[in-house]
């Protein structure tokens, strides 16, 4: 081989070389992805998120400023007018940008609207807990020992997913009755899935659309669990910390074999039952026993003794028949009575005439 063609050859294989090192370091970057600190114009922000670069949002201008909604923004001053001294390292103060979400403006030197820089909006964060094995919303509620769950996560955090190219990661945070807090949870079928680094691309989604949570596992005794979800995306939770915004509302899990309605109220309802039965019926008898010390029967009895006193002791008969039988027993003459009388009444009386003229 001369020493032309051995140039030759070396170069092809330098050429080649260089080629297929492009390939490869094309193959190893990843592909673009948005900056999560790096705003667009138009795009929103958090209230709560620090060192942003609203640099590309503000262009040449200097100053940002609010309106109230129905203004005439483009012949009117701004109600709220800030300077952007540092756009590379922009933070929305909750203190500053809270009264004022919405649309801000970027003002030209004369301090007239120039487009919108960025819109601001206050975070929001919420958890529900779902038991799959019977399909039903556990929030706050008891889950039998045994059945599989998952998580649903509601947000308006999906906006930077949509607009930044990479979705705003939260962690989802369950505490066991001890205190712990896990940083993983294993299913049925022996999968364990973490629980940092969830990225948010929808404003209600499931954290896996399987269930994460075998709540019969030895692992996770039972007792109530405490489950919440937090966002720290560029230092969000750290410096607004907001429950429902950058950390949701804490919601329970009460998880054990026992239905608690069962255990605690059914006892408590029969025995409250049976003491409101006993307390109704007492009262409710205690009246009709008045009630029939004033009836009528005994003013009844009283009349009729005061009325026929003669037949008091007789046979209990009706009034009728005791007036009857007074009447009867009543003394009357015997036939002829009356003229004896008479005859004897007359001999008496010539008698005493006889003796008074002797």
Known sequence: MTKTEWMVMVQ?????GFIFLGIL????VPTVAGDLRTIAQGNTVFLGESNLDISSAMGSDTQIGWWASG???????????LPVSTPSNFYVLPSQFGAYTGSWYRLNAAGSADGVAFLVADPSLAIRVEDTTVNVDVTDRWVPRGDEVRFRIDSNLDVISTQRGTPALVTLKVQSPNGGVYTALMNTAGTTTPLENIGITSSSQYYKTTPIWDTGNSLYPAGSYTIWVECNVNSMNDEYGATGKTTSQKTSLLNQDQNPLISVNVPT??????VTS??????????????TATQAPKTTVTTATTTLPVVT?????SPTSQETTATES????????????????IAVLLL???????
């Open 71 to 81: 203004a005439a923004i483009a012949t009117s001053s701004p109600d709220v007018k």
């Open 12 to 16: 092809k294989i330098a050429i080649r």
């Open 352 to 358: 005493f005439m006889v003796k008074r003229q002797n």
């Open 330 to 345: 009543s003394p009357t003459s015997a036939p002829g009575f009356d003229v004896a009388v008479s005859l004897i009444s």
């Open 269 to 274: 309802s029969s025995s409250t039952t049976s």
């Open 313 to 317: 002791t007789t046979a209990p008969v």
């Open 278 to 291: 006993v307390s109704t019926t007492t009262k409710p008898t205690t009246t009709i026993t008045t009630a």
């Open 25 to 28: 370091l094309l193959l190893c």
